[in-house]
């Protein structure tokens, strides 16, 4: 089961844009989401989180003040709001999904699966 993110696009510096990702095969409920993203030639890194039941939200502080994460169980989507989107934020955006249900959030990629391809984000400045 693979996790469709959408939402990419291009945009110049200080737009905005909102990624969504849908698990169209398997419930969301009772499992942390987290986005991640990789740049070229970089490594995949944590960009925000949010907990199985969403009560607890977090970003790296790349993104502190200008990403938001939800969550909405009923459409079984996980969204990330970006704003004020910086050519540094061009990368591919990826979802993940926490592999234990009711488990914190973790930094590492490992802790998750589900990933699906992604969706590019390129910011111009």
């Known amino acids: 089961v693979q996790l469709q993110a959408s939402g990419g696009g291009s945009v110049q510096a200080g737009g905005s844009l909102t990624l969504s990702c849908v698990a169209s095969q398997r419930t969301l409920s009772n499992f942390a989401v987290s986005w991640f993203r990789q740049a070229p030639g970089k490594q995949r890194e944590l960009v925000a989180a949010i907990t199985w039941n969403g009560s607890t939200t977090g970003c790296e502080d790349s993104a502190k003040g200008r990403f938001t994460i939800s969550r909405d169980d009923a459409k079984n989507t996980v969204y990330l709001q970006m704003n004020s989107l910086k050519p540094e934020d061009t990368a591919v955006y990826y979802c993940?999904?926490?592999?234990?249900?009711?488990?914190?959030?973790?930094?590492?990629?490992?802790?998750?699966?589900?990933w699906g391809p992604g969706t590019l984000v390129t910011v111009s400045s």
């Open positions: 993940g999904k926490s592999r234990r249900p009711y488990a914190a959030p973790r930094k590492d990629q490992i802790e998750y699966d589900s």
